[in-house]
Nanobody, 124 residues
Framework: VQLQASGGGLVQAGGSLRLSCAVS????????MGWFRQAPGKEREFVAA????????SVVDSMRGRFTISKDNDKNMVFLQMSNTKPEDTAVYYC??????????????????WGQGTQVTVSS
């Protein structure tokens, strides 16, 4: 499984940004897809996850209502829509995949495949 994250950049506080993750695989397996972030000097943290079917999703409580995860099944793309951004959202954002049943998702950090990360900077 190969993952390519994109869409990061500089945004003013209160603005919006959409991150994309292109998923490339050569098998018929299904995966839980997750977004994570790591701010300077801090540990990597879970942000959101979605099942391979796209029907089940979860966003960490502290970001729920501002962040939304979605999936385009036809294009094998996963998105993280960030709204009402805050300076504390500044971090490198990673997408990741973990083998799972089609309607299952995995929260937490135990993912097997990771993309390269995309930098998000929110200015105050």
């Amino acid at each position: 499984v190969q993952l390519q994250a994109s869409g990061g950049g500089l945004v003013q506080a209160g603005g919006s940004l959409r991150l994309s993750c292109a998923v490339s695989k050569r098998n018929l397996n299904s995966y839980s897809m997750g977004w994570f972030r790591q701010a300077p000097g801090k540990e990597r943290e879970f942000v959101a996850a979605i099942s391979w079917s796209g029907k089940i999703s979860s966003v960490v409580d502290s970001m729920r209502g501002r962040f939304t995860i979605s999936k385009d099944n036809d294009k094998n793309m996963v998105f993280l829509q960030m709204s009402n951004t805050k300076p504390e959202d500044t971090a490198v954002y990673y997408c990741a995949a973990r083998r799972a049943n089609i309607h299952d998702l995995v929260t937490g950090l135990e993912y097997d495949f990771w993309g390269q990360g995309t930098q998000v900077t929110v200015s105050s």
